[in-house]
């Protein structure tokens, strides 16, 4: 991430916080050191951004490769962005591309890194709050690192689907949870992965107060194949 991040993270982070004055609760509870995965809630583009403005210490999520492979000073400016707020290019699709995708999330999490997933999937288009996928659940039983739940309030209304900007009203609320230590469910089996997936899911609805949707949020195609060649026993 070299300079770019460092630069991110001194200048952008601050700036967003007085620009946009986001309500942070918790950060405190958040492991100042070593391995930890954001597991959060999920209902706007800049989700991925309110994470690492509000959390204590640095944040990686994996971003589509399109976002870094522009030309010219827009694909320089949008590169250089979200290399900056901690973003990390990964190719999408199903097969190598997403098993790639999770050996990169491992290397950050076995370097002592914080990195940040949605267990839902995808966004949020109706506000309610749906079931979780194992994948976050398979990165914790794996590698052993603590799931801090993160609840976001209100990104939906400052920039909605299909807004190219943030508003700055309302202001939002980022929420973060005691972390949870996901050993107890044993090793990293199908049942394993679905309790742990759920317990998961349980502490970020504490924190959200959204209302369960009780069904797994729908994804493209190309993205339930994905799930399917990373995690083929997924349990229901």
Same mark, same amino acid.
């Given at each position: 991430?070299?300079? &770019?991040?460092?630069?991110g %993270?001194m200048?952008?982070?601050? =700036?967003?916080?007085?620009?946009?004055?986001?309500?942070?609760e918790?950060?405190?509870?958040?492991?100042?050191?070593?391995?930890?995965?954001f597991?959060?809630?999920?209902?706007s583009?800049?989700?991925?951004?309110a994470?690492?403005?509000?959390?204590?210490?640095?944040?990686?999520f994996?971003?589509?490769?399109?976002?870094f492979e522009g030309?010219?000073?827009?694909?320089?400016?949008?590169?250089?962005f979200?290399?900056?707020?901690?973003?990390?290019?990964v190719? %999408?699709?199903?097969?190598?591309a997403?098993?790639?995708?999770?050996?990169q999330q491992?290397? +950050?999490?076995?370097?002592?890194?914080?990195?940040a997933?949605?267990?839902?999937?995808?966004?949020? *288009?109706?506000?309610? *709050?749906?079931?979780?996928?194992t994948?976050?659940?398979?990165l914790?039983? !794996?590698?052993?690192?603590?799931?801090?739940?993160v609840a +976001?309030?209100?990104?939906?209304?400052?920039?909605?689907v299909?807004?190219?900007?943030?508003? +700055? &009203?309302?202001?939002?609320?980022? %929420?973060?949870?005691e972390p949870?230590? =996901?050993?107890?469910?044993?090793?990293?089996?199908?049942?394993?992965?679905?309790l742990?997936?759920?317990?998961?899911?349980?502490?970020i609805?504490?924190?959200?107060? !959204?209302?369960?949707a009780g &069904?797994?949020?729908?994804?493209?195609?190309?993205?339930?194949? %994905?799930i399917k !060649?990373?995690?083929?026993?997924?349990?229901?």
């Amino acid at each position: 991430m070299g300079h &770019t991040y460092a630069l991110g %993270r001194m200048v952008l982070a601050p =700036l967003a916080r007085l620009v946009y004055r986001p309500h942070v609760e918790g950060r405190h509870l958040v492991p100042k050191h070593g391995p930890i995965i954001f597991a959060s809630n999920h209902l706007s583009f800049i989700d991925s951004i309110a994470i690492p403005v509000a959390a204590p210490r640095p944040v990686h999520f994996l971003a589509k490769s399109a976002y870094f492979e522009g030309s010219g000073m827009s694909g320089w400016a949008q590169r250089e962005f979200f290399t900056a707020i901690g973003a990390i290019p990964v190719r %999408r699709g199903a097969g190598q591309a997403a098993l790639d995708a999770l050996d990169q999330q491992r290397s +950050l999490l076995e370097d002592g890194r914080a990195v940040a997933l949605y267990p839902e999937g995808t966004r949020s *288009l109706d506000g309610r *709050l749906y079931r979780g996928r194992t994948g976050v659940a398979h990165l914790a039983l !794996q590698t052993g690192a603590p799931v801090v739940p993160v609840a +976001l309030v209100g990104t939906d209304k400052m920039m909605p689907v299909g807004a190219s900007m943030p508003s +700055l &009203t309302p202001r939002i609320t980022v %929420r973060f949870g005691e972390p949870l230590d =996901l050993t107890h469910h044993g090793a990293n089996s199908g049942r394993s992965r679905r309790l742990a997936t759920d317990e998961i899911m349980a502490a970020i609805h504490a924190l959200s107060g !959204q209302e369960l949707a009780g &069904t797994y949020n729908e994804v493209p195609a190309h993205g339930v194949e %994905r799930i399917k !060649q990373i995690l083929p026993h997924e349990r229901r």
